[in-house]
């Protein structure tokens, strides 16, 4: 059986400051992958970035990027430059061979300005 | 572009009513596509997935079904709800050959 954990129910950072979301995952499955998700107040899931577990880089998109450390299993999310707009419930989520989705319990970020 | 819809956005029912919630992708073809259930604060829960027209699997036994009538139509049905049947709804699609999986504005059920 799959699990993602996600430790940290609440955090803050300061505007313009990069901060880091913790997930760790478990699974028996050689192939997986690994997605972040952005939770707004209006309930809407947006996609933010994808790690495959073959994948020999860590994944960056914009101002997010991924540390994969596949022996840890971890999966952390970076935020680099925080915004005010940041703020929201983030989710990760790991794929199984059959393309299904786990997700964690979500960390909410809480951007200060 | 792709885009999916649902509706309704927010829908009030009583217990023991029946249920219907509509979920469409558009500018794609032959998606698979998924029901999440969310509950307040919590994750989301896989209840149903589909790989093609007629093709239903569910991941957790309730009282809900899923019909997919249509290549880009996904409907998720109760004939009774329950109290427990509360939460937010999402369907999300994505493609035959990729991983990304892409979500709707859902669904914010109650039921009272």
């Known amino acids: 059986a799959q699990k993602i954990t996600q430790t940290q129910p609440g955090m803050f950072v300061q505007e313009k400051e990069a901060v880091t979301l913790d997930c760790t995952y478990d699974?028996?499955?050689?192939?997986?992958?690994l997605f972040w998700y952005k939770q707004p107040s209006s309930g809407e899931m947006i996609f933010l970035i994808y790690?495959?577990?073959?994948?020999?880089q860590n994944a960056t998109e914009g101002r997010y990027s991924l540390n994969f450390q596949k022996a840890r299993k971890s999966a952390n999310l970076v935020i680099s430059a925080s915004q005010l707009g940041d703020s929201a419930m983030y989710f990760c989520?790991?794929?199984?061979?059959?393309?299904?989705?786990?997700f964690g319990g979500g960390t909410r970020l809480m951007v200060k300005p | 572009s792709q885009t999916i819809h649902q509706w309704p956005a927010t829908l009030v029912q009583p217990v023991g009513s029946p249920l219907s919630l509509e979920c469409t992708v558009e500018?794609?073809?032959?998606?698979?596509l998924y029901w999440y259930r969310q509950a307040a604060g919590r994750g989301l829960q896989l209840l149903f997935y589909?790989?093609?027209?007629?093709?239903i699997s569910s991941e957790v036994p309730q009282n809900l079904s899923a019909s997919r009538p249509q290549d880009r139509q996904f409907i998720l049905s109760s004939k009774k709800l329950l109290l427990s049947d509360s939460g937010f709804y999402l369907c999300?699609?994505?493609?035959?050959?990729?991983?990304?999986?892409?979500f709707g504005p859902g669904t914010r059920l109650t039921v009272t």
């Open positions: 999300a699609w994505s493609p035959d050959s990729g991983y990304e999986q892409y």
């Open positions: 699974t028996s499955d050689p192939s997986y992958g």
């Open positions: 790690q495959g577990s073959y994948d020999q």
């Open positions: 989520a790991m794929r199984n061979a059959g393309n299904m989705l786990t």
């Open positions: 500018g794609t073809s032959n998606p698979n």
């Open positions: 589909s790989v093609g027209i007629g093709q």
